[in-house]
């Protein structure tokens, strides 16, 4: 997913725009997956697998790469592994418009790597993103994770406390 959204990136913002793919984190030899520049800001973009909440130390991690996002004005993008990228994403989180050709579904498809596995940093963040995402890109979460706790039983998808989103 991460090389498509690469591609997908680099091909919406413009070569004149796109600065890369492991963009350096200045002072650190930590590096943001991708960026690009727009309207003379830069954004920075991560692309976040099952790793980023599961993990509590690549949690730190990310939060750190954030701060200093911030510290130098970049905006910081940060695309679940569990969302495609589609006309209505794009939208939503670069504000960009584009024909976007995707029919992948969101959620959790293909994986194993439910929220019932995610560490309690990681749960509290999927639950936040979950909660802000588009109604449709929402829903579309919320049926994967649905099928899923058919196939497997909730509690193996789920924690206890995030079954009131399905």
Same mark, same amino acid.
């Given at each position: 997913?991460?090389?498509?959204?690469?591609?997908?990136?680099?091909?919406?913002?413009?070569?004149?725009?796109?600065?890369?793919?492991?963009?350096?984190?200045?002072?650190?030899?930590?590096?943001?997956?991708?960026?690009?520049?727009?309207?003379?800001?830069?954004?920075?973009?991560?692309?976040?697998?099952?790793?980023?909440?599961?993990?509590?130390?690549?949690?730190?991690?990310?939060?750190?790469?954030?701060?200093?996002?911030?510290?130098?004005?970049?905006?910081?993008?940060?695309?679940?592994?569990?969302?495609?990228?589609?006309?209505?994403?794009?939208?939503?989180?670069?504000?960009?418009?584009?024909?976007?050709?995707?029919?992948?579904?969101?959620?959790?498809?293909?994986? @194993?790597? #439910?929220?019932?596995? /995610?560490? &309690? $940093?990681? =749960? @509290?963040? #999927?639950?936040?993103? /979950?909660? &802000? $995402?588009? =109604?449709?890109?929402?829903?579309?979460?919320?049926?994967? $994770?649905?099928?899923?706790?058919?196939?497997?039983?909730?509690?193996?998808?789920?924690?206890?406390?995030?079954?009131?989103?399905?």
């Amino acid at each position: 997913m991460q090389s498509k959204l690469e591609e997908a990136l680099a091909n919406i913002v413009g070569k004149r725009a796109w600065l890369g793919r492991e963009f350096k984190v200045p002072g650190t030899r930590l590096r943001w997956d991708m960026a690009y520049e727009i309207n003379g800001g830069i954004v920075v973009v991560e692309f976040d697998g099952e790793a980023h909440y599961r993990d509590p130390l690549r949690i730190k991690k990310d939060l750190l790469k954030d701060e200093i996002a911030k510290q130098y004005n970049y905006t910081t993008i940060r695309i679940p592994y569990w969302v495609q990228l589609n006309n209505q994403t794009l939208k939503y989180y670069f504000g960009l418009k584009a024909n976007i050709k995707q029919d992948f579904p969101h959620g959790f498809i293909t994986t @194993k790597h #439910f929220p019932a596995s /995610f560490c &309690e $940093l990681g =749960v @509290k963040r #999927f639950k936040k993103e /979950f909660e &802000e $995402l588009p =109604v449709r890109v929402r829903n579309a979460v919320r049926k994967s $994770l649905i099928e899923r706790s058919e196939e497997n039983g909730k509690i193996y998808v789920l924690p206890r406390r995030l079954w009131n989103i399905i």
